[in-house]
């Protein structure tokens, strides 16, 4: 099982980018899908998890409005589409899966992807 997260970059405030977490050896359809983020000395953290079946979407209150989870079922990936970018969101990404639910320990990691806000 592999999850590889792509997609981040240098973006000014008020940018945008969107995130991707494609899977192999599982098929995303059946997992809880969770994006957390990790600033410089800070710890890491849930941003966003869309659910398996329904796709229910949760958002942390900071990037909700802003950011926008979605699933393409043919394609085994997750999107994360942030809009209206701040140095704030400045972070190394993370996408992960699991069968069981959303939070700190879920089974599967992908490589963190780097997202930078600045002017």
């Known amino acids: 099982v592999q999850l590889q997260a792509s997609g981040g970059g240098l973006v000014q405030p008020g940018g945008s980018l969107t995130l991707s977490c494609v899977a192999s050896g599982l098929s995303l359809d059946y997992y809880y899908i969770g994006w957390f983020r990790q600033a410089p000395g800070k710890e890491r953290r849930g941003v966003s998890c869309?659910?398996?079946?329904?796709?229910?979407?949760y958002y942390i209150d900071s990037v909700k409005g802003r950011f926008t989870l979605s699933r393409d079922s043919t394609k085994n990936i997750v999107y994360l589409q942030m809009n209206n970018l701040t140095p704030e969101d400045t972070a190394t990404y993370y996408c992960a899966a699991d069968a069981r639910g959303y939070g700190p320990s879920m089974d599967y990691w992908g490589k963190g992807t780097q997202v930078t806000v600045s002017s």
């Open positions: 869309i659910r398996d079946g329904d796709n229910y979407t």
